[in-house]
């Protein structure tokens, strides 16, 4: 009974989302929609980082990497052979891909697809270290993946990069996947597969001595978390309709790794909140860098304040919340029910 009704509000919440952002769709200004749309996509890609890093404990720097390789893939897909044989002016397309032509959701699959194979072959030498050399490899593998695309000219282009792709991504887009990615990663959480891969983070050691096979465990975070990196590349390139290797820097990484440790490592709740802060605070805070005037003392616009204010206000909240906002809590429907009966016990 309370399974069911966990489930149904659960629905319904999930609905209201929908019909929210159909309201806001058809009243918001379209520089909304698009910080939401980036919302969106980057509590994907925050929610499969946060699995591997903050639920199994893999201190990993990968997303970069896959998300790259996601875009590419996607996009390579999607875009007609005619525009591909007129992008491609230093050196033509290989023959198998140039003819390559498919609409937007298989493409979205299969760069999902394609990622998790990249991660499940990289997760067997990269997981027989722990600890900062893991995050070392993973780094390495990132920067691999940025020379790869500048080299390869006859698949990616090279340093031009791919232009012109179609513009298909939109809030249901970016919706949806955010929500099934959502789903499916705290369904694999509150699993047996999530309490051994919290065993893992616990004490490794501990979890091999009560017999975990903790090498498939950490593959089976790592190959999910780089599906939906994938996914959440297609989706980026569809949403900026052109891409190249300069846009998968290490500061990709660094923008969820900061998202996943305000949220509070191992917590897709914190997760959620820490996304919407982060990318609308990074907007709102736009306005610093605009000239003003204040009690009649003029303030030129400086470029890169609001950086530096971001910085500060993370400092002060990794000072006064080291576990980030929710730790490793999540919200649920029994914990609201329980707070609410204790107030009307106490009134």
Same mark, same amino acid.
């Given at each position: 009974?309370?399974?069911?009704?966990?489930?149904?509000?659960?629905?319904?919440?999930?609905?209201?989302?929908?019909?929210?952002?159909?309201?806001?769709?058809?009243?918001?200004?379209?520089?909304?929609?698009?910080?939401?749309?980036?919302?969106?996509?980057?509590?994907?890609?925050?929610?499969?980082?946060?699995?591997?890093?903050?639920?199994?404990?893999?201190?990993?720097?990968?997303?970069?990497?896959?998300?790259?390789?996601?875009?590419?893939?996607?996009?390579?897909?999607?875009?007609?052979?005619? #525009?591909?044989?007129?992008?491609?002016?230093?050196?033509?397309?290989?023959?198998?891909?140039?003819?390559?032509?498919?609409?937007?959701?298989?493409?979205?699959?299969?760069?999902?697809?394609?990622?998790?194979?990249?991660?499940?072959?990289?997760?067997?030498?990269?997981? =027989?270290? =722990?600890?900062?050399?893991?995050?070392?490899?993973?780094?390495?593998?990132?920067?691999?993946?940025?020379?790869?695309?500048?080299?390869?000219?006859?698949?990616?282009?090279?340093?031009?990069?791919?232009? %012109?792709?179609?513009?298909?991504?939109?809030?249901?887009?970016?919706?949806?996947?955010?929500?099934?990615?959502?789903?499916?990663?705290?369904?694999?959480?509150?699993?047996?597969?999530? =309490?051994?891969?919290?065993?893992?983070?616990?004490?490794?050691?501990?979890?091999?001595?009560? %017999?975990?096979?903790?090498?498939?465990?950490? #593959?089976?975070?790592?190959?999910?978390?780089?599906?939906?990196?994938?996914?959440?590349?297609?989706?980026?390139?569809?949403?900026?309709?052109?891409?190249?290797?300069?846009?998968?820097?290490?500061?990709?990484?660094? #923008?969820?790794?900061?998202?996943?440790?305000?949220?509070?490592?191992?917590?897709?709740?914190?997760?959620?909140?820490?996304?919407?802060?982060?990318?609308?605070?990074?907007?709102?805070?736009?306005?610093?860098?605009?000239?003003?005037?204040?009690? %009649?003392?003029?303030?030129?616009?400086?470029?890169?304040?609001?950086?530096?204010?971001?910085?500060?206000?993370?400092?002060?909240?990794?000072?006064?919340?080291?576990?980030?906002?929710?730790? #490793?809590?999540?919200?649920?429907?029994?914990?609201?029910?329980?707070?609410?009966?204790?107030?009307?016990?106490?009134?």
């Amino acid at each position: 009974m309370k399974l069911d009704r966990n489930n149904i509000l659960t629905a319904l919440f999930i609905l209201a989302i929908f019909v929210f952002f159909w309201y806001g769709n058809h009243n918001f200004t379209a520089y909304s929609i698009r910080i939401w749309e980036t919302t969106a996509i980057f509590l994907m890609l925050a929610a499969s980082y946060n699995l591997i890093n903050g639920v199994t404990g893999q201190f990993s720097l990968e997303p970069n990497g896959f998300v790259a390789i996601g875009a590419y893939v996607a996009a390579i897909l999607t875009l007609t052979p005619a #525009q591909k044989e007129a992008m491609f002016i230093i050196e033509p397309m290989v023959p198998w891909l140039a003819h390559l032509h498919m609409s937007f959701l298989p493409a979205l699959i299969i760069a999902g697809v394609v990622t998790a194979i990249v991660g499940f072959l990289l997760g067997f030498p990269v997981f =027989r270290v =722990r600890g900062d050399y893991l995050a070392i490899v993973t780094l390495g593998f990132g920067l691999t993946i940025r020379v790869v695309s500048n080299n390869t000219i006859t698949i990616t282009n090279g340093a031009l990069g791919l232009k %012109g792709i179609a513009s298909y991504t939109n809030i249901w887009w970016c919706l949806g996947w955010a929500v099934v990615s959502m789903i499916v990663i705290m369904r694999i959480v509150d699993s047996a597969f999530g =309490r051994a891969m919290k065993a893992i983070r616990d004490d490794e050691d501990a979890a091999i001595a009560m %017999g975990i096979n903790t090498l498939w465990i950490k #593959q089976a975070a790592f190959v999910t978390a780089a599906f939906f990196e994938g996914v959440g590349g297609g989706l980026l390139a569809h949403l900026i309709t052109t891409i190249s290797p300069t846009m998968f820097t290490f500061f990709l990484t660094f #923008q969820l790794l900061i998202i996943i440790v305000v949220g509070g490592l191992g917590s897709m709740t914190g997760t959620a909140i820490a996304t919407i802060l982060v990318i609308w605070g990074n907007e709102l805070l736009r306005v610093v860098e605009q000239p003003m005037n204040i009690f %009649g003392l003029h303030i030129p616009g400086i470029p890169g304040m609001r950086m530096v204010i971001f910085s500060v206000l993370l400092i002060v909240i990794m000072i006064f919340a080291r576990e980030g906002i929710m730790g #490793q809590k999540e919200f649920s429907w029994d914990w609201l029910f329980s707070k609410l009966k204790g107030r009307g016990n106490n009134a």
